[in-house]
């Protein structure tokens, strides 16, 4: 006979005196655990088929015995739940103060480890119980530790029931450290062991940098990370926009070398500490003229204190440049520094207009290659530069060429030209699909974004 279940919080709200028969191996809480929790409604826990159960919780696994039981159940049509629904229950209803004192009391880490691992609880009070956590540091590859990242990365990282391998890559830490917007969980997340990570170019990072390079860290979690003393540490806080300018101030006055390149590639530097880092290696110099705001009054600095042109010329990479130290730029003698402007997708179409009226071969294939460069003047390099190979590769990879104009470059029927084509997404697909029959612009059209989209609809990816 069918019959409605009733919810399981009213259950216990009005079996005062009765019994709850659970079923199977534990979960996140305790035996001792769940009889307090169930001690609120006067409910006792039972594990044997009795007399006053009105209701059995039932862990997803069950030997035949417990099986037989739970049958046995429905056919007295006594109510059945499964244990991740009363853990649920028992989760939104815990009392965080009283909890962490209780732990911090006893500092019971196999509590906390199994605390940690329930996906019920709030973010908040997972991350204080994450930062009491003890790692088991002499141990590289412990398997509690191992649960606990995978409980975290499982908590904040979307995975796919086809994904789970993800929660098994250090790659998936990584990610986490540098898209979390909580400090909380920052704060919590430097308590882990600092593992490196391979970044592109072979070149390592420890999870510590990774910390200290996301700009949602706050006061707090800037303290913990001074107080390892870590160099490396130091360094990425030292690029980060959201830090403090007198804190900023104060690695400045180390004048160490990875420090002031650090400073110069922060935006958040004020002008004084700009006028300070021009006067430091080629290095540090190179990085404030590619990474900071370019003002009128940092322009004249620049002017008075960088003297190599091949440096100077690095300010052409800038992507904030003030209009008005742009006008200024646009009649430099320095073709170097020419060259970068217009091969700076940022340059307003009225500045390259007026470099290309200036009428210098030099910068003709940096104009053709960026897609900021106004129509007419690709149009005007199509027509009389026709026979500069290096003109029609930048035309054949801007994505701002005329679809004519692409045409006319397909029918050149030239390699070169063909894998400048290969990587232009606005290159008509008929053409894209015709290059894939060619070994050689593999890698070419992998980079194409229209090639991908195409290739990936087909699939039904």
Same mark, same amino acid.
């Given at each position: 006979?069918?019959?409605?279940?009733?919810?399981?919080?009213?259950?216990?709200?009005?079996?005062?005196?009765?019994? &709850?028969?659970?079923?199977?191996?534990?979960?996140?809480?305790?035996?001792?655990?769940?009889?307090?929790?169930?001690?609120?409604?006067?409910?006792?826990?039972?594990?044997?088929?009795?007399?006053?159960?009105?209701?059995?919780?039932?862990?997803?696994?069950?030997? =035949?015995?417990?099986?037989?039981?739970?049958?046995?159940?429905?056919?007295?049509? /006594?109510?059945?739940? @499964?244990?991740?629904?009363?853990?649920?229950?028992?989760?939104?209803?815990?009392?965080?103060?009283?909890?962490?004192?209780?732990?911090?009391?006893?500092?019971?880490?196999?509590?906390?480890?199994?605390?940690?691992?329930?996906?019920?609880?709030?973010?908040?009070?997972?991350?204080?119980?994450?930062?009491?956590?003890?790692?088991?540091?002499?141990?590289?590859?412990?398997?509690?530790?191992?649960?606990? /990242?995978?409980?975290?990365?499982?908590?904040?990282?979307?995975?796919?029931?086809?994904?789970?391998?993800?929660?098994?890559? $250090?790659?998936?830490?990584?990610?986490?450290?540098?898209?979390?917007?909580? =400090?909380?969980?920052?704060?919590?997340?430097?308590?882990?062991?600092?593992?490196?990570?391979?970044?592109?170019?072979?070149?390592?990072?420890?999870?510590?940098?990774?910390?200290?390079?996301?700009?949602?860290?706050?006061?707090? &979690?800037?303290?913990?990370?001074?107080?390892?003393?870590?160099?490396?540490?130091?360094?990425?806080?030292?690029?980060?926009?959201?830090?403090?300018?007198?804190?900023?101030? @104060?690695?400045?006055?180390?004048?160490?070398?990875?420090?002031?390149?650090?400073?110069?590639?922060?935006?958040?530097?004020?002008?004084?500490?700009?006028?300070?880092?021009?006067?430091?290696?080629?290095?540090?110099?190179?990085?404030?003229?590619?990474?900071?705001?370019?003002?009128?009054?940092?322009?004249?600095?620049?002017?008075?204190?960088?003297?190599?042109? &091949?440096?100077?010329?690095?300010?052409?990479?800038?992507?904030?440049?003030?209009?008005? &130290?742009?006008?200024?730029?646009?009649?430099?003698?320095?073709?170097?520094?020419?060259?970068?402007?217009?091969?700076?997708?940022?340059?307003? =179409?009225?500045?390259?207009?007026?470099?290309?009226?200036?009428?210098? $071969?030099?910068?003709?294939?940096?104009?053709?290659?960026?897609?900021?460069?106004?129509?007419?003047?690709?149009?005007?390099?199509?027509?009389?530069?026709?026979?500069?190979?290096?003109?029609?590769?930048?035309?054949?990879?801007?994505?701002?060429?005329?679809?004519?104009?692409?045409?006319?470059?397909?029918?050149?029927?030239?390699?070169?030209?063909?894998?400048?084509?290969?990587?232009?997404?606005?290159?008509?697909?008929?053409?894209?699909?015709?290059? @894939?029959?060619?070994?050689?612009?593999?890698?070419?059209?992998?980079?194409?974004?229209?090639?991908?989209?195409?290739?990936?609809?087909?699939?039904?990816?």
């Amino acid at each position: 006979m069918a019959y409605a279940k009733m919810e399981l919080d009213a259950l216990l709200r009005e079996s005062e005196g009765a019994k &709850v028969l659970f079923l199977g191996k534990e979960g996140v809480f305790t035996k001792a655990e769940t009889e307090r929790y169930l001690k609120r409604y006067g409910i006792a826990r039972t594990e044997n088929f009795e007399t006053g159960v009105v209701g059995v919780i039932e862990h997803h696994r069950l030997n =035949p015995v417990e099986e037989d039981i739970s049958s046995l159940a429905y056919e007295q049509n /006594i109510p059945r739940y @499964k244990l991740a629904e009363f853990e649920k229950l028992l989760s939104e209803n815990i009392d965080d103060d009283q909890l962490l004192m209780g732990i911090k009391l006893s500092n019971d880490q196999e509590r906390i480890f199994r605390l940690i691992k329930n996906g019920h609880l709030n973010d908040a009070l997972f991350v204080k119980l994450l930062d009491m956590y003890c790692w088991h540091h002499d141990d590289e590859d412990n398997m509690q530790d191992r649960e606990v /990242i995978m409980a975290t990365l499982r908590r904040y990282i979307k995975i796919k029931p086809n994904e789970e391998d993800l929660l098994y890559s $250090p790659l998936t830490l990584n990610r986490l450290s540098r898209e979390a917007t909580d =400090p909380r969980l920052l704060y919590a997340l430097i308590g882990f062991q600092n593992i490196s990570f391979l970044q592109k170019g072979k070149q390592k990072i420890t999870l510590h940098e990774i910390i200290a390079a996301n700009r949602h860290i706050n006061q707090t &979690v800037v303290s913990r990370l001074l107080s390892l003393r870590d160099e490396g540490v130091d360094m990425y806080l030292a690029c980060n926009e959201s830090l403090d300018p007198a804190l900023l101030q @104060k690695f400045a006055q180390r004048d160490s070398r990875a420090i002031n390149e650090a400073l110069a590639s922060n935006s958040n530097i004020d002008d004084a500490m700009f006028f300070s880092l021009l006067g430091k290696t080629s290095d540090t110099v190179k990085l404030l003229l590619w990474y900071q705001p370019i003002t009128m009054q940092r322009y004249l600095w620049i002017k008075e204190k960088v003297t190599d042109k &091949v440096l100077f010329a690095s300010l052409g990479d800038n992507k904030h440049i003030a209009q008005e &130290v742009l006008q200024a730029l646009q009649e430099d003698e320095n073709n170097a520094l020419l060259e970068r402007l217009c091969t700076n997708n940022t340059v307003p =179409p009225l500045v390259l207009k007026t470099i290309f009226e200036r009428k210098i $071969p030099q910068v003709y294939p940096f104009l053709a290659k960026n897609i900021s460069t106004p129509v007419c003047i690709l149009e005007e390099l199509y027509e009389k530069q026709g026979e500069n190979v290096e003109i029609l590769k930048s035309l054949a990879s801007n994505a701002s060429t005329p679809q004519k104009i692409l045409y006319s470059l397909y029918e050149r029927d030239q390699f070169e030209i063909n894998e400048a084509l290969a990587s232009n997404p606005s290159t008509p697909l008929e053409f894209l699909n015709i290059f @894939k029959i060619d070994t050689r612009l593999r890698n070419a059209l992998t980079a194409n974004e229209t090639f991908v989209a195409s290739i990936t609809q087909s699939l039904g990816l």
